[in-house]
């Protein structure tokens, strides 16, 4: 991440916490999302690195909060192998949301993170949830439960077992 002009704090950064520092810093994304396009050309731990922060990186922009980027800037930004990345996370996660529309799980309204106001605590919330179009958001635990249901997960993110 130093080639991308971040804070390496001389050990592991987790990755939700590069997120948010790159959905705020246009010009940092663009080198960023190179490395990601480097990761995703690797195999093993490199490609599930990328894959963490994709999906971290479409969550937390898919909020719409001002002085976030959003999902339109980031899109012309994305390598020929982030795109195929993004597609697929993009994709897994809708799929969540039909499964849950169609077994009735309840998702909530995406309006109430914005009351999240501890920065670290806006890290983790703003990560592990989707903000959907029609005002309502997909959390982590609804992405477990599906694939608690169906027994398919994500393969290539790293929160998930692929074995």
């Known amino acids: 991440m130093a080639a991308a002009g971040l804070p390496t704090a001389g050990g592991e950064v987790p990755v939700r916490d590069v997120v948010m520092d790159v959905v705020r810093r246009n010009r940092r ?3 960023v999302l190179g ?3 480097e990761l995703l050309a690797e195999e093993g731990a490199a490609a599930e690195v990328a894959y963490d922060f994709i999906e971290d990186l479409q969550n937390a922009a898919s909020h719409g909060t001002d ?4 999902v339109e800037e980031l899109l012309p930004l994305r390598g020929p192998r982030t795109v195929e990345a ?3 996370v993009d994709r897994f996660w809708a799929t ?4 849950c529309d169609e077994t009735g799980v309840e998702l909530e309204p995406a309006e109430t993170l914005g009351a999240v ?3 670290a605590l806006r890290s983790i919330m703003w990560t592990t949830c989707r903000s959907l179009p029609d005002g309502r958001r997909v959390r982590l635990s609804e992405v477990v439960r ?3 249901a169906v027994g398919v997960p994500m393969v290539g993110i790293g929160h998930r077992q692929t074995e």
């Open 96 to 99: 969540v949301v039909a499964w």
């Open 146 to 148: 599906y694939e608690l």
């Open 29 to 31: 994304v663009a080198a």
């Open 67 to 70: 002085g976030l980027l959003t």
């Open 86 to 88: 993004w597609e697929t």
């Open 35 to 37: 490395v990601v396009e």
């Open 117 to 119: 106001e501890n920065p």
